[in-house]
């Protein structure tokens, strides 16, 4: 069975701090997504990366591919309350597991003003 | 476009019941996957449809069922219900089916629905 741990699963901190999710597996994939989850919403995705070693920026959010496809973090930059959610990845396509998304715990982040 | 609808958005049910979930997805998907969420389990896979047929199933009991229509809207049902059973039920469309090595396509989450179970 395919697992992807997340870490940490909860974060506080103040407005402006840094912060970097990491998001591993012993198996690869190919490709992870990381989604975005407000309260009484759905997911969102923020980003797809698929080739080892890619790196994607979108605004303060940076995200990057593991060069073995294997692993993922998600790095925040001067993080805002507006930054508040919980944060998941989710692999797709690995080995015996062609037909479905395979999440992580989450990581569930506050951002106090 | 409207995105993904889920009915009802809450619901209390008490166990050994039986409980039936509607998605309708973004108009033109023709794919549609269930997850269960739950604090300690996190995002579960259930299981997806494309044109009416099931292409994947996660591993619950026989207990959960599903089925799509030929609009593409989609029902899950969760019979004999049990304390367990109590998560929040997103469905989520996509494009295309199934998100194998050949696909990164995105999932369209729905808003979910809660369900309680007594």
């Known amino acids: 069975t395919q697992l992807l741990e997340q870490s940490p699963q909860f974060l506080s901190i103040q407005e402006g701090e840094n912060l970097t999710v990491y998001c591993n597996s012993s198996?690869?994939?190919?490709?992870l997504q990381w989604y975005r989850q407000e309260p009484g919403e759905g997911p969102v995705l923020l980003v797809t990366?698929?080739?080892?070693?890619e790196v994607k920026k979108l605004k303060r959010l940076t995200f990057q591919f593991g060069d073995a496809r294997k692993d993922s973090s998600l790095h925040i930059t001067a993080a805002q309350p507006g930054d508040t959610g919980l944060y998941l990845c989710?692999?797709?396509?690995?080995?015996?597991?062609?037909?479905?998304?395979?999440f992580g715990q989450g990581t569930t982040l506050q951002v106090k003003p | 476009k409207a995105g993904v609808t889920q009915t009802p958005r809450y619901l209390i049910k008490t166990r050994g019941q039986q409980v039936t979930l509607s998605c309708s997805p973004i108009s033109g998907h023709r794919s549609v996957s269930w997850y269960q969420q739950t604090p300690g389990q996190g995002l579960q896979f259930l299981f997806e449809?494309?044109?009416?047929?099931?292409?994947n199933k996660g591993n619950f009991p026989g207990r959960f069922s599903g089925r799509q229509f030929s609009n593409s809207r989609s029902e899950m049902n969760v019979s004999t219900l049990e304390l367990g059973d109590s998560a929040l039920y997103l469905c989520a469309s996509s494009l295309r089916p199934g998100t194998g090595s050949l696909s990164t396509g995105e999932l369209f989450f729905g808003e979910g629905s809660r369900l309680t179970v007594l």
């Open positions: 990366v698929v080739t080892g070693g």
């Open positions: 449809y494309f044109s009416e047929t099931q292409r």
């Open positions: 198996s690869v994939f190919s490709s």
């Open positions: 989710a692999g797709a396509g690995g080995s015996g597991n062609t037909g479905k998304l395979i």
